[in-house]
Nanobody, 122 residues
């Protein structure tokens, strides 16, 4: 199983980025997927999750209204659209997948991607 995250970069505060996570080696449409982030010196934290069908999404309070998680099961890809970015959004962002939604949201995923760096300058 591979989860390949991409789309990170350097952006000014107020800007936008879209992260992608391409999955292979699993029946993607059977897996809930999530995004997590880890800033330097901080613990990894939950950002967003989406059910296997894409019918429901969940967000951390810190990103609600600014980030949107979506997926295209035909392309085995999950996305994280990040708008109105703030310097405190700076972190390495990871995608993750698990058959269990609760595990996805709690960071107890079976599968993790390698991370992509997002840096927001003030």
């Amino acid at each position: 199983v591979q989860l390949q995250a991409s789309g990170g970069g350097l952006v000014q505060a107020g800007g936008s980025l879209r992260l992608s996570c391409a999955a292979s080696g699993l029946t993607f449409s059977s897996f809930a997927t999530g995004w997590f982030r880890q800033a330097p010196g901080k613990e990894r934290e939950f950002v967003a999750a989406i059910t296997a069908s894409g019918g429901a999404t969940y967000y951390a309070d810190s990103v609600k209204g600014r980030f949107t998680c979506s997926r295209d099961n035909a392309k085995n890809t999950v996305y994280l659209q990040m708008n109105s970015l703030k310097p405190e959004d700076t972190a390495v962002y990871y995608c993750a997948a698990d058959r269990r939604l609760w595990a996805t949201m709690k960071g107890q995923n079976d599968y993790w991607g390698q991370g992509t760096q997002v840096t927001v300058s003030s």
